[in-house]
Structures are given as C-alpha cells and as structure tokens.
C-alpha cells in the first residue's frame, strides 16, 4: 500500500506561482510513475503531469510551458512548480501512482488562482 500527501495548495493570484509537493511512503519510490491531477467544480478529473521513473515527463496541453513535474526520489516526493497561473487553473490538484495494478491518491491540495 502507497500512502501520498500534497502539499503547497493556496490563493494566487493570476500570473503568480506556486509550488505543490507530494510524498509518498513506503519503499521502491523510484520505480513510481507518479502524476499530478486536478478536478475544478462540475469537471472531470484531469491529467496534468506525469513523470515517470526513467525521467521522461508528459504534460497538457493546457499546462505546457507553465508547469513543470519533477521528482526527488531521496525523498520520496514529487513537485509540480505553477508558473503564470490562471483562473482557469483552479482546482483541486491531486497526487496519484499505481503500483501492483493499485491506483493510489492522495488527499488532494486546493489551487485558487484569483483574476
């Protein structure tokens, strides 16, 4: 079993930055494919960013050039930096790997980016 916590959520506003963080527990963190999602009110959930354990980093289109994944795997954490923030970003940004074919999430850290 994955235990995730975020982190870093909070009110921004429009253009500015923030950084959210993940941990995981447990071991083997390294050959996690972890992703960063976000649901806004009365949408589905989205990809935003995956990282996967050799490196290669995927983003949305929507997000592209203003997010950026990374991971530290001493740590056992992963890092999605929000640069040039909008409304439209808004929402609840949540954490996610799958291990033995298991999804695991975390709670999820609200993201308010004020106009």
């Known amino acids: 079993q994955v235990q995730l916590v975020e982190s870093g959520g909070g009110v921004v506003q429009a253009g500015g930055s923030l950084r959210l963080s993940c941990t995981a527990s447990g071991n083997g963190f390294a050959m996690y494919r972890m992703g960063w999602y976000r649901q806004a009110p009365g949408k589905l959930r989205e990809l935003v960013a995956q990282?996967?354990?050799?490196?290669?980093?995927n983003y949305a289109d929507s997000v592209k050039g203003r997010f950026t994944i990374s991971r530290d795997n001493a740590k056992n954490a992963v890092y999605l930096q929000m640069n040039s923030l909008q409304p439209e970003d808004t929402a609840v940004y949540y954490c996610?790997?799958?291990?033995?074919?298991?999804?695991?999430w975390g709670q999820g850290t609200q993201v308010t980016v004020s106009s």
């Open positions: 990282i996967i354990p050799g490196g290669t980093r």
């Open positions: 996610k790997t799958t291990k033995l074919g298991f999804d695991y």
